[in-house]
């Protein structure tokens, strides 16, 4: 299983829309897909229809430890394949309470669930394996800023993507970023910068000039594609659906679609 993490400081760069649609690709392609909802938001969880405003979310017993099987933390989606660890509201307590915490380890919670076993998918149903087969990625969404939740995300990444606006703003915060992920690689070596995926693209003479700079080998990220923008996003995120189920033909589907073919080196 390779674990991805969808991470940026900044608010609305389509982190949400990026972990909804890359898990839908690979979904698509045949893959097990878990998604953990790493965002008091719960907008991951609202789009695969498993957000529950109510009770303690699977995401915030992860985090506390409050949990004996991975059973009670996973839910299964309508997607046959995709599973979510979902959250709430509830997350935003347990991230301050456990910087308060001075016993106990603060930054291998989700790794608890990593080594945890659970019945797959298909043939696998019949077994308990270990959440490493069961499936094949782990994509993580997180939120626009760096609390010990996502700490304890990148204890269990391997591979960072940025989603980026190109907006004036847009590469602020980069530096930052990579000087985290760095300083994170101390307790998970294993984890990379992969690159960055320019979302919500207009061809505009300004985001041209941006896409650029991100094409030039002068900036050390890998430009990993670039999704278009496309009018009918705002109506699939009313519906809360992946929008290849909403308009397959739009461009942002198409992107989504090329991007995962070139992550994953297989088409379709
Ligand atoms: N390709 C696109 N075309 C048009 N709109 C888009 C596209 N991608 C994302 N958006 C819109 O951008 C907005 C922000 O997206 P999203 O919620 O995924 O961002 P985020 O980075 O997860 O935000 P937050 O930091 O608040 O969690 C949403 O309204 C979404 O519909
Ligand atoms: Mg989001």
Not at 76 to 99: P, R
Not at 150 to 174: C, R, Y
């Amino acid at each position: 299983m390779k674990v991805i993490s969808l991470l940026n400081l900044k608010g609305g760069v389509a982190k949400t829309f990026t972990a909804v649609n890359m898990a839908y690709e690979l979904y698509r392609r045949g893959y097990k897909v878990l998604l953990l909802d790493n965002d008091k938001q719960g907008n991951l969880s609202k789009a695969y229809g498993r957000y529950d405003a109510e009770s303690v979310a699977p995401i915030t017993k992860l985090l506390s430890g409050e949990w004996q099987e991975a059973a009670e933390l996973i839910q299964k989606t309508d997607y046959e394949g995709i599973d979510i660890v979902s959250a709430n509201m509830s997350l935003m307590g347990a991230t301050w309470k456990l910087t308060t915490e001075e016993t106990g380890n603060q930054i291998e919670r989700y790794k608890r669930l990593i080594d945890a076993a659970v019945l797959g998918h298909g043939w696998a149903v019949i077994d308990y394996l270990p959440i490493e087969q069961a499936y094949d990625y782990c994509i993580i969404d997180n939120p626009p800023d760096i609390g010990l939740n996502v700490v304890n995300a990148l204890t269990i990444t391997d591979e960072v993507i940025v989603p980026v606006k190109i907006d004036e703003w847009a590469l602020e915060g980069l530096d930052i970023l990579a000087d985290q992920i760095e300083y994170a690689k101390r307790y998970n070596p294993a984890l990379r910068l992969l690159g960055v995926l320019v979302t919500a693209y207009q061809n505009t003479d300004g985001e041209a000039a941006g896409r650029e700079w991100l094409e030039t080998e002068k900036n050390s990220y890998s430009l990993l594609g670039v999704i278009r923008y496309s009018g009918k996003v705002a109506e699939s995120t009313f519906l809360f659906k992946p929008i290849y189920e909403y308009s397959p033909c739009c461009g942002a589907a198409q992107d989504y679609k090329k991007f995962v073919t070139r992550y994953t080196g297989k088409a379709r």
